[in-house]
T-cell receptor
Framework: GAGVSQTPSNKVTEKGKYVELRCDPISGHTALYWYRQSLGQGPEFLIYFQGTGAADDSGLPNDRFFAVRPEGSVSTLKIQRTERGDSAVYLC?????????????FGNGTRLTVT | AQKITQTQPGMFVQEKEAVTLDCTYDTSDPSYGLFWYKQPSSGEMIFLIYQGSYDQQNATEGRYSLNFQKARKSANLVISASQLGDSAMYFCAILIIQGAQKLVFGQGTRLTINP
């Protein structure tokens, strides 16, 4: 079956611009996560959705970052006034959300480059 | 807060040898899950193995096994009969079952298998 799909796979933008990154989770997965991964580092948690609501957004670095999941499926990560430090791979993952042994299934990520 | 420590930034192993990747964790929660993921140079995050904190036996999945030592808060990954395709970054992660359900990753270990 289809895995987690992220678009675009690459995004180059200028400093100060607005970007949207899209995530299409595995069908039926109620939990959706956004992570950010810098080169040579482990993924860093940003936000977690259970259904339509953000259950935990403690990882969002500042108010330039925002994410939505209006219908409990597709999610969009929005970054306003991008900065060069926002350059990273943004990973989306989904799971059944049914307890600790539900592994997260990751997409291939969106590589964001802010010039 | 949860924390994962992977003390080996890089490991070099001869093909067909077994390799152990170290992972220690820190949490005050009694109920948690431990995960290992593989990230090849292509960037995808591949789920390998899961160990629950209450599981009595060490988890095994094919050539992967998890050496779980709860008192030491250690969850080392053992790969038997290593193959060239095992060369990748490996991440250990912890998920607290009661609460935010977010997966916290370590910094990773880069494993290189030599022919």
């Amino acid at each position: 079956g289809a895995g987690v799909s992220q678009t675009p796979s690459n995004k180059v933008t200028e400093k100060g611009k607005y970007v949207e990154l899209r995530c299409d989770p595995i069908s039926g997965h109620t939990a959706l996560y956004w992570y950010r991964q810098s080169l040579g580092q482990g993924p860093e948690f940003l936000i977690y959705f259970q259904g339509t609501g953000a259950a935990d957004d403690s990882g969002l670095p500042n108010d330039r970052f925002f994410a939505v999941r209006p219908e409990g499926s597709v999610s969009t990560l929005k970054i306003q006034r991008t900065e060069r430090g926002d350059s990273a791979v943004y990973l989306c993952a989904s799971s059944t959300g049914q307890g600790g042994n539900s592994p997260l299934h990751f997409g291939n990520g969106t590589r964001l480059t802010v010039t | 807060a949860q924390k994962i420590t992977q003390t080996q930034p890089g490991m070099f192993v001869q093909e067909k040898e077994a390799v152990t990747l170290d992972c220690t964790y820190d949490t005050s929660d009694p109920s948690y899950g431990l995960f290992w993921y593989k990230q090849p140079s292509s960037g995808e995050m591949i789920f390998l193995i899961y160990q629950g904190s209450y599981d009595q036996q060490n988890a095994t999945e094919g050539r992967y096994s998890l050496n779980f030592q709860k008192a030491r808060k250690s969850a080392n990954l053992v790969i038997s009969a290593s193959q060239l395709g095992d060369s990748a970054m490996y991440f250990c992660a912890i998920l607290i079952i009661q609460g935010a359900q977010k997966l916290v990753f370590g910094q990773g270990t880069r494993l290189t298998i030599n022919p």
